[in-house]
């Protein structure tokens, strides 16, 4: 069976620039999240050797939820400007390494990875999708499983279950 891995783009970027300290290079610019990012990739290419990998980023702007929903994330608070300027970075980094990178307007990653969840499910592949996200637990069935590397978890429909007491297709009623 065919392995496809589905990586949360923003989780990862989010996940390194939090994680390491200020790093910089020749230039001055921080580039602690883009460097978090790519041995992030390099361990996962070299731990899962996936068949097939897709990098799922958030599109800029709006999204159909904005659209429906005024309020949406509307409480959150705005990203550090030192970790906004590093989203272009790891875009040029994921295309110079030719990794499949998918964004949409109007859709975030969690969306696009639904969406290749599905066709790898149709394709019959068994999928590892990347993401401390837990919105994306509810695509856990058999075949997809939702690693959440900061806590070492893989999230399979026993361990959902087990976590939250309801099955991953109840999870959106639940949370």
Request: negative net charge; charged residues 30%; aromatic residues 8%.
């Amino acid at each position: 069976m065919k392995k496809l891995c589905l990586i949360d783009a923003s989780g990862y970027i989010h996940r390194a620039y939090h994680a390491l300290p200020p790093l910089t290079n020749s230039r001055g610019e921080m580039v602690n999240a883009v460097y978090g990012f790519a041995r992030m990739i390099q361990k996962l290419l070299k731990t899962e050797k996936p068949d097939y990998l897709a990098v799922c980023f958030d599109s800029a702007g709006p999204t159909f939820r904005h659209q429906e929903f005024k309020e949406y994330k509307a409480n959150r608070e705005a990203a550090d400007d030192t970790l906004v300027s590093q989203f272009p970075l790891v875009n040029e980094l994921a295309e110079v390494w030719g990794l499949p990178s998918i964004r949409k307007p109007g859709f975030e990653g969690d969306d696009i990875i639904a969406t290749l969840v599905k066709k790898g499910k149709k394709a019959g592949c068994q999928i590892l999708i990347l993401s401390g996200d837990k919105d994306t637990l509810q695509l856990v069935t058999e075949g997809v499983v939702v690693r959440d590397e900061i806590r070492h978890v893989d999230f399979d429909e026993t361990r959902v279950l087990e976590k939250f007491g309801v099955r991953p297709d109840q999870l959106v009623d639940y949370l």
